[in-house]
């Protein structure tokens, strides 16, 4: 071959005899492929070892899928007892969390009611309605609290001071306060 004969870069030939210059991409990178000896493999193809794929996979992992499968079964079957038993244990720190509440209120009832049987009681009291003996003036102080019990004794509130840990498991296990009632 002569100069005039070496083919430029456009026009070199493929190993089948074809030049690049009159081929398209495509055309060139499979002429390239088949060159390698790479096979072009269509969507329809790459579907349908999919499968195989998945029984490669599976074959390959057969042990760890086995224990993964009955460690998941374990868990479902265990989560109902589980959460029955910690709704259970809730529900009675919950009760008795308002039980101690209203065993506080009734303790202070029962001083006020303790301090009304005596003698002072009773005139403090009487004092409080405008009331006193003859002899006596009464005198009415504003802007003083009275630390005597609230007029209205309603439900009791409990603040939510529970633990982060303990909200999680509320959470993992459909737990809200108050749900026994």
Known sequence: MSASQTP???????????????LSISERRAARMRARGEERTTLKQRAASIPEAMHDLVSAHARALVVI????AFVALLYVPVRSYYVAMRTNQDLQRIA?????QNQALLQEIMRLHSQEGIEDEA?????????????????????A?????????LEDDRA?????LDFLFVYTFGNWQ
């Open 8 to 22: 430029s870069k456009r026009e070199r030939t493929t190993s089948e005899g074809v030049t690049n210059a009159r």
């Open 69 to 72: 499968g009955i460690a998941v």
């Open 100 to 104: 101690d509440a209203y065993e506080q």
């Open 127 to 147: 004092h409080k309605r405008g009331l006193g003996y003859e002899d006596e003036t009464t005198v009415t102080v504003e802007g003083v609290e009275d630390d």
């Open 149 to 157: 019990l609230p007029e209205e004794l309603g439900e009791i509130q």
């Open 164 to 168: 982060w840990y303990v909200k999680v």
